[in-house]
């Protein structure tokens, strides 16, 4: 069964430090690879996509890293801020599937 | 820029009632889907629309009923609502299926209680 898991939980750090999200997957065989942010209360809105030749990928202070020999990926966040505070969703796509495998997420708090 | 439009945000039902949950798209995309998001819980997919004119069931299908009504519209119906049926919807679309890089576009969904 296709799987996403992600850890922590949960995560609270100071506004300003940095912080990285870990996803592993067992979707196969793979197609691509995606993180979502969901503000409280609001729909997910998407951050990056990966495909399997991509490594590395950057939407402004978030970076999002891929190995898909070992199927990880991380999210990681710069100079973090308030506004960060949000969960984070791993998503991962099967090749010649219309449907995608979802994450339970990261709840991060920023604090001031 | 509406992108995805959800109706009602809110809703309160009793068991039995039935409903019908509204979402459109004005992204011209071809795909739409209906999730379902519970605490502690990954988004689930209740049923999609690859393209106008086609549904399929997702991972948790039953209880539930969808139309395309048109390529901005997808609809979702809940004919005799139950208790386990409370959550959170959401509505998405997408240029095309999973396997295409193109994300897909959330609503900010519709929260339904079921007393």
């Known amino acids: 069964k296709n799987q996403v898991e992600q850890s922590p939980q949960s995560l609270i750090i100071l506004e300003g430090k940095n912080c990285t999200l870990q996803?592993?997957?067992?979707?196969?065989?793979?197609?691509?690879l995606r993180w979502y942010k969901q503000d409280t209360g609001r729909g997910p809105v998407s951050l990056t996509i990966?495909?399997?030749?991509?490594n590395t990928k950057s939407n402004g202070r978030y970076t999002a890293t891929l190995d898909a020999d070992t199927k990880q990926s991380s999210l990681h966040i710069t100079a973090s801020q308030l506004s960060d505070s949000a969960s984070y969703i791993c998503?991962?796509?099967?090749?010649?599937?219309?449907?995608?495998?979802f994450g339970k997420g990261t709840m991060l708090l920023v604090s001031p | 820029n509406a992108g995805v439009t959800q109706t009602p945000k809110f809703q309160v039902l009793k068991t039995g009632q039935s409903m019908t949950l509204q979402c459109a798209q004005d992204?011209?995309?071809?795909?739409m889907y209906w999730y379902r998001q519970d605490p502690g819980m990954g988004l689930r997919l209740i049923y999609y629309?690859?393209?106008?004119?086609?549904?399929d069931k997702g991972e948790v299908p039953n209880g539930y009923n969808v139309s395309r009504l048109n390529k901005r519209e997808f609809s979702l119906r809940l004919e005799s609502a139950a208790p386990s049926q409370t959550s959170v919807y959401f509505c998405?679309?997408?240029?095309?299926?999973?396997?295409?890089?193109?994300?897909?576009?959330f609503g900010d969904g519709t929260r339904l209680s079921i007393l």
């Open positions: 998405a679309s997408s240029v095309g299926g999973g396997t295409a890089n193109q994300p897909q576009h």
């Open positions: 996803c592993n997957y067992t979707v196969s065989p793979f197609s691509n």
């Open positions: 990966m495909t399997f030749s991509e």
């Open positions: 998503v991962v796509s099967a090749a010649g599937y219309s449907t995608l495998t």
């Open positions: 992204m011209n995309h071809n795909s």
């Open positions: 629309s690859a393209s106008e004119g086609t549904t």
